[in-house]
């Protein structure tokens, strides 16, 4: 049998305790916990979370994978659907629901975190005919307030950012539209369109000075990416599956893209991660599905939750990026 100096060409390395920035493929012995441990880059995967309250679809987030935020969307309360205010919490691990929205609506848009989140835009069910809507909420941890409304009311609906600097861009009016809105903690203000009208699209990023939307429906359904840097909106690398109703979470430069529906009405478990250059297809949701929500910082964690069909409250947890494991003789 070979021996690990034969294989790699060095004797395992004996330190006092783990390396501050080790190589990938490093092994080495950690004298003080008595074990051997390795250093490598996990390509990510999804795993199983905590499941909503609510099953539904049409609902938006923010946040982080440990640290969400799921409001509004539609229940399948088997006859008519029903629009939905619900907002509920997660911390990591299960979801607790909290004070809902002051208006219930569907296919709205989010930005911020968990303790200081913005909702805007949407639609309405108001008895008769559906009402677009461009009415913006504040959430301070505790409860929704209403404040200053979109100058342009949509749904399908792209948001990013926080809730002092949040973006809103695209979606339907009708009919669909490339507009482009900047949130400065107080009002809304109107900014370069997108280059390319669509809705139902994924998003990205850290405040309204730089934004991703990717993928979406319109004339077609498309993987175009653009990508805005607090002026204006450039096409970049597109998607390599192009699909709309997808969710999308993370930066401008370090972001995910998963589930959606293709051009042949396929629902997808595919998942890309974005680099800030390109799309790289990685590991695949466990559950195809459209019209869900998602959370994240970058494209090493993630949260996926609701969507359809049928309309579900499965959770999963996206996890990439540098590992140490500990070796055992189990």
């Given at each position: 049998?070979?021996?690990?100096?034969?294989?790699?060409?060095?004797?395992?390395?004996?330190?006092?305790?783990?390396?501050?920035?080790?190589?990938?493929?490093?092994?080495?012995?950690?004298?003080?916990?008595?074990?051997?441990?390795?250093?490598?880059?996990?390509?990510?995967?999804?795993?199983?979370?905590?499941?909503?309250?609510?099953?539904?679809?049409?609902?938006?987030?923010?946040?982080?994978?440990?640290?969400?935020?799921?409001?509004?969307?539609?229940?399948?309360?088997?006859?008519?659907?029903?629009?939905?205010?619900?907002?509920?919490?997660?911390?990591?691990?299960?979801?607790?629901?909290?004070?809902?929205?002051?208006?219930?609506?569907?296919?709205?848009?989010?930005?911020?975190?968990?303790?200081?989140?913005?909702?805007?835009?949407?639609?309405?069910?108001?008895?008769?005919?559906?009402?677009?809507?461009?009415?913006?909420?504040?959430?301070?941890?505790?409860?929704?307030?209403?404040?200053?409304?979109?100058?342009?009311?949509?749904?399908?609906?792209?948001?990013?950012?926080?809730?002092?600097?949040?973006?809103?861009?695209?979606?339907?009016?009708?009919?669909?539209?490339?507009?482009?809105?900047?949130?400065?903690?107080?009002?809304?203000?109107?900014?370069?369109?997108?280059?390319?009208?669509?809705?139902?699209?994924?998003?990205?990023?850290?405040?309204?000075?730089?934004?991703?939307?990717?993928?979406?429906?319109?004339?077609?359904?498309?993987?175009?990416?653009?990508?805005?840097?607090?002026?204006?909106w450039t096409e970049?690398?597109?998607?390599?599956?192009?699909?709309?109703?997808?969710?999308g979470s993370g930066?401008?430069?370090?972001?995910?893209?998963?589930?959606?529906?293709?051009?042949?009405?396929?629902?997808?478990?595919?998942?890309?991660?974005?680099?800030?250059?390109?799309?790289?297809?990685?590991?695949?949701?466990?559950?195809?599905?459209?019209?869900?929500?998602?959370?994240?910082?970058?494209?090493?964690?993630?949260?996926?939750?609701?969507?359809?069909?049928?309309?579900?409250?499965?959770?999963?947890?996206?996890?990439?990026?540098?590992?140490?494991?500990?070796?055992?003789?189990?």
């Open positions: 049998m070979s021996t690990y100096k034969e294989i790699a060409g060095t004797d395992i390395e004996v330190l006092s305790s783990d390396p501050a920035n080790p190589v990938e493929g490093q092994v080495w012995y950690n004298s003080t916990d008595n074990v051997v441990k390795s250093f490598f880059i996990d390509p990510g995967s999804w795993a199983t979370g905590g499941s909503l309250n609510s099953a539904r679809q049409q609902l938006a987030g923010c946040g982080t994978q440990t640290a969400a935020l799921a409001f509004g969307g539609l229940l399948d309360t088997g006859g008519t659907p029903e629009y939905f205010a619900g907002t509920e919490s997660y911390n990591g691990t299960s979801w607790t629901e909290v004070n809902d929205l002051n208006t219930a609506r569907t296919f709205s848009a989010g930005a911020g975190t968990q303790t200081a989140a913005l909702a805007f835009g949407g639609f309405l069910d108001t008895g008769g005919t559906p009402e677009v809507f461009a009415g913006t909420e504040s959430w301070n941890g505790t409860s929704w307030t209403e404040v200053n409304d979109l100058n342009t009311g949509r749904y399908q609906l792209g948001g990013a950012g926080t809730q002092t600097a949040a973006l809103a861009f695209g979606g339907n009016v009708p009919p669909l539209t490339t507009e482009t809105e900047s949130w400065n903690g107080t009002s809304w203000t109107e900014l370069n369109d997108l280059n390319t009208g669509r809705y139902e699209f994924g998003t990205a990023g850290s405040d309204n000075t730089a934004a991703l939307a990717f993928g979406g429906d319109g004339i077609s359904i498309v993987g175009l990416t653009e990508s805005w840097n607090g002026t204006s970049v690398n597109d998607l390599n599956t192009a699909k709309a109703a997808s969710a930066t401008q430069i370090s972001a995910l893209s998963y589930g959606g529906q293709n051009s042949v009405g396929t629902n997808l478990t595919a998942t890309e991660s974005w680099n800030g250059t390109s799309w790289t297809e990685v590991n695949d949701l466990s559950i195809a599905r459209f019209r869900l929500a998602g959370a994240g910082a970058d494209n090493t964690n993630a949260l996926a939750f609701g969507g359809t069909p049928p309309t579900t409250a499965a959770t999963e947890e996206w996890s990439a990026g540098p590992q140490t494991i500990t070796f055992t003789d189990s």
